[in-house]
């Protein structure tokens, strides 16, 4: 629902886990029924694509040149916790 969709803006956008729903990187991997965490090698990732249609960015050192008018934003937990 929403509170998902605002977990994964959040956390692709680089907010603290304290200011997220779960307490550790980690809670925010989805488990299936009767996985324990220990046993999963799964991974989450976030990405945001900011599409300049207008192309008011293409002039910008950051911007890909093969895509000049795609800016993404990617974020990944491993199943480690750590974020990538």
Do not use: C, W
């Not at 692709?12 to 729903?21: A, D, S």
């Amino acid at each position: 629902g929403k509170s998902n969709m605002m977990d994964a803006i959040s956390f692709v956008l680089g907010v603290q886990t304290q200011q997220l729903r779960g307490s550790k990187l980690i809670d925010l991997v989805h488990l299936k029924d009767n996985e324990r965490r220990a046993d999963t090698k799964r991974t989450a990732y976030v990405e945001i694509v900011y599409v300049d249609e207008e192309e008011k960015l293409s002039e910008e050192k950051f911007i890909e040149e093969d895509n000049p008018t795609e800016i993404r934003f990617r974020r990944t937990i491993k199943s480690s916790g750590a974020a990538a």
